[in-house]
């Protein structure tokens, strides 16, 4: 019996997570899916079978995660496929948030993936083969955006891990892709899965209209469909040669593009300066 690949998916109780594992069992794959709540998984997706587990995992604890980790082995025997989708936006400037909600950030968006990744690259490295998905964000290549000053960085500390992880996993025979997707209408910007500043400086105008701007207008209005996300991931998971950078959605495109164009100008307009430090 020809088996499809094991997924393993993490945040997947709601919004792209929760879309792509009904898609992906759906389409006959084995999937197992995290959250800190195990028995959203349950209500939104269904009860434990031979074809789906549903684990309570806390990302933020590697003892958590392993132990997570080997459950599926013993569930499934293996994990082929790693979606690194857990995460969520801390509004918010750099001046005003405290020290305890950056960390908390980045407990989860970095730490969390870091220690998924820690514990499913030696069964990929001893298989020779599997594939790494590190959900980044379009914040995670542009970080223009007053109030998102730290959401942003934790989605490029996302970027530069993964580009040194493919790398890392390139002899083994594993591939590893970085998506930066655009918004997508899921309910990442409502309430309970976004937070904002506890402690708001008023002076912050921008970075206040930013901040309404996402949650009362962007909200609900995103112009891509978490469906066909899922249709993407899937289609680049059985690629024979699956980028390592993927922009998802049309504004991810629209964004990256000005990004590149604005430091093509910047190297252009310094390169005598720039190129003055040699010997």
């Known amino acids: 019996m020809d088996l499809k690949k094991v997924w393993f998916v993490t945040g997947a109780s709601k919004g792209l997570g929760l879309n792509l594992v009904k898609k992906l069992l759906d ?22 079978n031979k074809d789906f587990l549903p684990i309570s995992m806390d990302l ?56 998924v990744i820690r514990n499913v690259t030696p069964l990929m490295r001893a298989k020779r083969s599997g594939h790494f998905f590190n959900i980044s964000s379009i914040g995670g290549y542009v970080g223009n955006f007053a109030g998102f000053g730290i959401y942003c960085s934790t989605k490029f500390a996302v970027a530069g891990l ?26 990442f910007l409502s309430k309970g899965s976004v937070k904002t500043p506890a402690n708001p400086v008023v002076e912050y105008k ?19 469909d978490p469906e066909k996300a899922a249709d993407v991931l899937i289609t680049l998971s059985e690629m024979e040669n699956p980028p390592v950078h993927f922009f998802m959605g049309e504004d991810a495109h629209q964004f990256a593009g000005k990004k590149i164009e604005t430091i093509q100008k910047a190297l252009k307009d310094n390169k005598v300066l720039g190129t003055s430090t040699g010997f």
């Open 27 to 48: 389409s006959g794959y084995r999937v197992a899916a995290t959250s800190r709540n195990k028995q959203a998984l349950i209500t939104g997706i269904g009860e434990k």
């Open 60 to 115: 933020g604890q590697n003892a958590s995660v392993k132990r997570s980790i080997e459950e599926v082995i013993s569930h499934f025997g293996t994990i082929d496929v790693v979606v690194n989708n857990a995460g969520y936006s801390q509004i918010g400037t750099l001046e005003e948030l405290t020290d305890q909600e950056v960390k908390n950030n980045y407990n989860v968006n970095v730490f969390g993936s870091l220690n």
């Open 162 to 187: 993964t580009e040194a992880l493919s790398e890392e996993m390139k002899p083994f025979g594993v591939y590893t892709t970085l998506v930066y997707p655009g918004y997508f209408r899921t309910n």
């Open 206 to 224: 921008a970075a206040r209209d930013m901040e309404q701007a996402h949650l009362k207008e962007i909200d609900g209005n995103q112009p891509n």
